[in-house]
Each structure stands twice: as C-alpha cells, then as structure tokens.
C-alpha cells in the first residue's frame, strides 16, 4: 500500500502531487524472488477505516507480509502506527538509528503468520528498508544462507552523524590487480532517485563515538542493493 493524497499514478501531475515510484519499485523486485506482488492501492489521509479493513481480510487469506510506504512518521496523517496497534501483536518496533528509514515500522500479527513492514515515504527510505530489513525477512522465511557482505576500499571521503548507521549509495569498481574500490556518490538524501540508480551498491557506515569522517584509509562493509538480479531501470524519475 502507498499512502498520501499526494501520491498518484499518473503521467501527467501537478507540482503538488508525487508519481507511487515505491510501488513500481517493490512490484520490480518480485522478479528477483518469485513472490506474488499485488498492489493494494494508494491509501488517502482519511483512510484508516480502509486499511484496517484491508487488514482484517488478508489475515484469514494467503498473504504472509503486508508492506506499506509513507505515513509512519510522527505527522498529522501517520495513522499507518496507531492502526497496527489495534491488533494484537506477537512483535512490534518502530523506529531504528539508521539513515535513511529511520520511521521503519515492524509487526507480527500474533497467532497468525502475517508479519507488516511500514516503510518510509521517500523512495530511497523506502529503497533501503526494503533492501535491510524486508529482503533479510524473506530470506530468513524461504530458509536461505545468510548474507556475508564484501568489504571495499573507499576512494573519496564523506562525513556522517554519530547516532546513525548510515546506508550510502554507491559504485562498486574493481582495479586491475583485483581490488574492491567503492565511491559514496553525490545526493544522498533520501528523495533523490537519480544517484541510486547511477549506484550498484549499498555501504554500511557504522554508528560512532563522535562525528565521522569516512575516506580512503577507510575499508567499508558493502552490500548489493538486492543480493539476486535487480534492474533500476524501471525505478520512475
């Protein structure tokens, strides 16, 4: 489910309105798992009723993760919360110091396997905690290997926050005597697109004891931005 009177799905917007890009991302991804995406909709500001209607109705069918973009921060119209909370729950948490996606929402339906991922509204948020926290779920409930991730030398400095793990778009290159080199590219906040689909790779920067300055001598923990195949081609911009 996207959220927000702001979100639509066609070509032609005005300036006020935002193109569902996490939708068409999320849908793009079920080629590398072989899941069975349906899309629920764009929900409005006024549609708590409908969702947990919605809610209701997928835990008696075959639908195992409910996955909803935007409204879970702390905002007038972030209802997406406090509807989960009127069911009973086996597991919950809200909030995580990452960057971007830290409003990620996380619940287990209790006595039913159904579990729900709230995801931020901007697309690389949204890209990210998909990438974290939606993909090592699935993983986990298809009983495949965990993930070893690489480690890369990187070629330009960047600076980051203490109190966040920090996911970087980035490239990924290889030198000819085989060395791993990543560079953190240019726009990394969380609403642009077009550095993520120039990236190949994610990098992990870790939390700290003071502000961070990350550069060459630096050797990072890198992941891929999806552990199988993945296109960002079909990512609208």
Not at 109 to 117: E, G, L, M, T, V
Not at 159 to 172: D, H, N, V
Request: aromatic residues 12%; glycine residues 6%.
């Amino acid at each position: 489910f996207s959220t927000g009177n702001e979100i639509t799905n066609k070509d032609d917007i005005p300036n006020w309105k935002v193109r569902n890009s996490n939708s068409h991302y999320i849908k793009n991804l079920n080629e590398n798992f072989l899941y069975n995406f349906k899309n629920g909709g764009i929900l409005k500001d006024n549609h708590q009723s409908i969702f947990k209607s919605k809610i209701k109705k997928m835990l008696n069918n075959k639908t195992d993760i409910i996955i909803t973009s935007g409204a879970v921060s702390a905002g007038k119209y972030d209802y997406i919360p406090s509807v989960i909370k009127t069911f009973k729950l086996s597991d919950y948490f809200k909030s995580v110091a990452i960057r971007p996606g830290k409003p990620i929402l996380f619940a287990k339906i209790k006595s039913k396997h159904k579990a729900i991922f709230g995801l931020p509204g901007n697309p690389m948020s949204s890209a990210a905690c998909f990438r974290f926290f939606v993909i090592p779920y699935i993983e986990n409930i298809l009983g495949l290997s965990s993930e070893k991730p690489v480690r890369g030398i990187l070629k330009n400095s960047f600076i980051k926050k203490k109190e966040f793990t920090r996911f970087a778009k980035s490239k990924l290159t290889t030198t000819k005597d085989g060395k791993i080199e990543v560079e953190i590219l240019k726009g990394q906040e969380s609403f642009r697109i077009k550095s993520f689909i120039k990236s190949n790779i994610w990098a992990l920067l870790p939390a700290g004891n003071k502000t961070q300055i990350f550069d060459f001598t630096n050797d990072l923990i890198l992941k891929d931005s999806c552990p199988f195949k993945i296109s960002t081609s079909n990512f609208p911009s």
